[in-house]
């Protein structure tokens, strides 16, 4: 066989290499294979028809457990006392907004009854006149709208406090929430129902046995007497609107003076029972402290 490199004959005998120049005498056909397919098909799945639920030839001995069905992703349930936190972060700044108010409608009012005793002797300047009827009237329904605007919150924020409440004692509130609403809102309720459920709420948070008769505090007595005071004088004053006469319109001037006044009192003062509750009602937190002990 002839070398393809040297192109001498090996002669017979040799092997498969030339003793010349060490070739591989055989002759070598190189064929190229396509690279293997990096996603290779998935094998399909037998498709088994169905024949029916699963069949045993013993009665089965395993189950689910007797419980209630619980769905995993269900969020848990805010406490009472959360919601009535959040509920007072908005009820704070608009008793401050109604206290604020209130002041500038009991300024107008008092710059009002100054202006009637000066106008029995002289004639007024008519800017001054404009500018005590525009603060009166600012003062006045601005107060109004603040009032509104702090009923629904205060509401929601007793009914949260009074859950909370029936939480740490570990009962149930001895009212209903329409009992509840309906005391805060009907005039003649409204000066009972709002003071009881504080001072219930204030029992469970003294911790004070449920069987016990509630006794308010210093406080609560004060905002009691200032919110049924303020809802007696707003009867009042509404009714005293219908009256005529001079001496009549400047007694109006008094008793919306003192009510302005009374009501900035009962915004600063629920704004401290609103603090105190929430201090009291709320869960009591253990304290662990570390001691350093030496040893000998």
């Not at 000066?191 to 204030?202: D, F, K, M, N, S």
């Not at 005529?244 to 006044?261: C, E, K, P, T, Y």
Request: aromatic share 8%.
């Amino acid at each position: 066989m002839q070398c393809s490199r040297c192109g001498r004959d090996s002669p017979p005998g040799s092997g498969p290499f030339c003793q010349y120049c060490g070739r591989y005498l055989a002759p070598l056909a190189w064929v190229a294979q396509p690279p293997p397919d990096p996603n290779p098909p998935l094998p399909r799945r037998p498709r088994f028809r169905y024949t029916g639920p699963p069949r045993y030839r013993d009665v089965p001995r395993w189950g689910f457990p007797a419980a209630p069905w619980q769905d995993e992703e269900q969020p848990e349930r805010v406490p009472a006392i959360e919601r009535a936190r959040a509920l007072a972060q908005v009820l704070v700044p608009l008793l401050w907004t109604l206290a604020a108010v209130a002041t500038v409608g009991f300024a107008a009012e008092v710059l009002r009854y100054v202006l009637l005793l000066l106008s029995r002797e002289d004639a007024l300047p008519g800017g001054l006149v404009a500018f005590s009827d525009a603060a009166v009237a600012f003062g006045g329904w601005a107060s109004v709208a603040a009032v509104l605007g702090c009923g629904v919150p205060a509401i929601l924020w007793s009914l949260r406090m009074r859950e909370a409440a029936a939480e740490r004692s570990g009962t149930v509130p001895s009212r209903s929430v329409v009992a509840v609403v309906v005391g805060w809102l009907v005039p003649g309720l409204n000066l009972a129902v709002p003071g009881g459920v504080l001072a219930e709420i204030e029992h469970a948070g003294l911790d004070r046995p449920p069987a016990e008769r509630p006794r308010p505090t210093r406080l609560l007595l004060c905002w009691w007497g200032a919110w049924g005071a303020s809802v007696v004088l707003g009867v009042v004053v509404f009714l005293w609107t219908f009256r005529s006469g001079v001496q009549a319109l400047a007694d109006g001037v008094v008793l919306h003076a003192l009510l302005n006044l009374l009501c900035a009192v009962t915004a600063v003062l629920t704004i401290r029972v609103v603090r105190y509750l929430e201090a009291l009602v709320e869960p009591t937190r253990v304290v662990r402290r570390e001691i350093l002990v030496a040893l000998r």
